[in-house]
């Protein structure tokens, strides 16, 4: 089984919309994180979480928000969906204990806004 | 403010050559942490090395090993006995002394040929 699991894996709405994207981890890290990928532009931060009860704004927060409902679980939601944030949403998690503080990274969400 | 620059969109290797892929970063802290991270045409994101600023000796991973010129700020991957499993896209990425962020570059796209 995956460590990092994302649900919904493709998603097609509308403009207008509200959606959440789940992220879910067994790997017992505290830090957990959300990225956004668009071509040419490489993995942008929207949130991140350094424990149940610290969320922190990314470089790209705006129209995103979060909910950190356990240590396991990071929700991102789109409020009201746009277009241009049609993307790829990765969720990561890491450890900070670990030697290298690497990030492991989950599936990945196809998000589409129409 | 980290910046990652990965200056080749996409590149061509002859099965069994080896290859490089160019990484140069910006940063004014003297203490970072550099990672390489394979993302397959299957889209999840794989952490394959990672290299301390304060290492003294070039960080090495089975075929991947890593090219660090800190004078030049350059952290350039190198995979060897290239396979066609490493067809792929490669990012480069850089998280700051006491930030677990990670900043991506906008990746090199790899293409093994046999």
């Known amino acids: 089984d995956a460590d990092v699991t994302q649900t919904p894996r493709n998603r097609i709405t509308k403009t207008g919309k509200r959606i959440m994207l789940e992220c879910s981890q067994t790997?017992?890290?505290?830090?957990m994180y959300w990225y956004r990928q668009d071509p040419g532009l490489g993995l942008r931060l929207i949130y991140y979480?350094?424990?149940?009860?610290?969320?922190n704004k990314g470089e790209i927060s705006d129209g995103y928000s979060v909910s950190r409902q356990a240590q396991a679980k990071f929700s991102l939601s789109l409020e009201s969906a746009i277009p241009n944030q049609t993307a790829l949403y990765f969720c990561?998690?890491?450890?900070?204990?670990?030697?290298?503080?690497?990030?492991?990274f989950g599936p990945g969400t196809r998000l589409t806004v129409l | 403010a980290q910046k990652i620059t990965q200056t080749q969109p996409g590149m061509f290797v002859q099965e069994k050559e080896a290859v490089t892929l160019d990484c140069t970063y910006d940063?004014?802290?003297?203490?970072?942490?550099l990672f390489w991270y394979k993302q397959p045409s299957s889209g999840e994101m794989i952490f394959l090395i990672y290299q301390g600023s304060y290492d003294q000796q070039n960080a090495t991973e089975g075929r991947y090993s890593l090219n660090f010129q800190k004078a030049r700020k350059s952290a350039n991957l190198v995979i060897s006995a290239s396979q066609l499993g490493d067809s792929a896209m490669y990012f480069c990425a850089m998280r700051g002394p006491n930030d677990y962020k990670l900043s991506f570059g906008a990746g090199t796209t790899v293409t093994v040929r046999a």
């Open positions: 979480s350094f424990d149940v009860k610290d969320i």
């Open positions: 790997k017992g890290h505290d830090r």
């Open positions: 990561a998690t890491s450890d900070e204990d670990s030697i290298y503080n690497e990030q492991f």
């Open positions: 940063t004014s802290d003297p203490s970072y942490g």
